[in-house]
């Protein structure tokens, strides 16, 4: 059974179109993010929420929209595209918002704007 | 802040040579965690190991070994006899006490170290 999956896997794009990404975790945690893998391989943290409420926004554009339908999903919707959102997508989740629990991370979303 | 550092960028070994993957961190917190991730070239990020800034003790997992030294702030990754199914980027991450404690709740990556064993 997959902890953390995440759809689509892979993500082409003209720019300027509106996507969104899904999150759903089946290990009861309370806690998901998301994070943003450039093409240098760099991991940086965007969002966290904890039970359905926003925790950690980290500097991003308001183009990017988490939005956490119950506290099994965090779904990552872009607004207006641009070259520079092309980057793996990894969502994760954790099971208390203490900072101190193995985040668990999904496949990630290969996305690619044109 | 929170800071990790790779020095180390990548680094390319034959099979069954020991390799050790450098991690330094900076921390303001007296409770933190350090990780180990794998990610191979499938893409996924595999959780390898957590250590709390409590437990120094040295751990041992098979051909794996982590060395965590509070004293020069160091959270090394040991690979012995590599395997050509090693090849991947390992990252090096840590998170500070959580809200609680008045710290984050996120995980601050290091930017990654390249393995390649080579047959």
């Known amino acids: 059974d997959t902890a953390v999956s995440q759809t689509p896997k892979y993500l082409v794009t003209q720019m300027g179109n509106d996507k969104s990404i899904k999150c759903e975790q089946n290990l009861g945690h309370d806690t998901m993010y998301w994070y943003k893998q450039d093409s240098k391989k760099f991991l940086k943290i965007m969002f966290s929420?904890?039970?359905?409420?926003?925790?950690i926004n980290e500097t991003v554009p308001n183009r990017f929209s988490p939005k956490s339908p119950d506290k099994a999903h965090l779904n990552l919707h872009i607004n207006s595209l641009e070259l520079g959102d092309s980057a793996v997508y990894f969502c994760?989740?954790?099971?208390?918002?203490?900072?101190?629990?193995?985040?668990?991370f999904g496949p990630g979303t290969r996305l690619l704007v044109l | 802040a929170q800071k990790v550092t790779q020095a180390q960028t990548e680094i390319s070994v034959v099979e069954k040579e020991d390799v050790t993957l450098d991690c330094v961190y900076e921390t303001r917190d007296t409770t933190y965690y350090l990780f180990w991730y794998k990610q191979p070239p499938s893409g996924e990020l595999v959780f390898l190991i957590r250590r709390n800034s409590f437990d120094e003790q040295n751990e041992i997992s098979g051909r794996y070994s982590w060395n965590f030294q509070k004293s020069t702030s160091s959270f090394n990754f040991t690979i012995t006899a590599s395997q050509v199914v090693d090849s991947a980027v390992y990252f090096c991450?840590?998170?500070?006490?959580?809200?609680?404690?008045?710290?984050?709740?996120?995980?601050?990556f290091g930017k990654g170290m390249k393995l390649t064993v080579n047959p």
């Open positions: 929420y904890n039970n359905k409420e926003l925790i």
């Open positions: 994760a989740s954790s099971p208390q918002r203490e900072g101190l629990e193995t985040q668990y």
């Open positions: 991450a840590l998170s500070e006490g959580g809200w609680l404690q008045g710290g984050s709740e996120k995980l601050v």
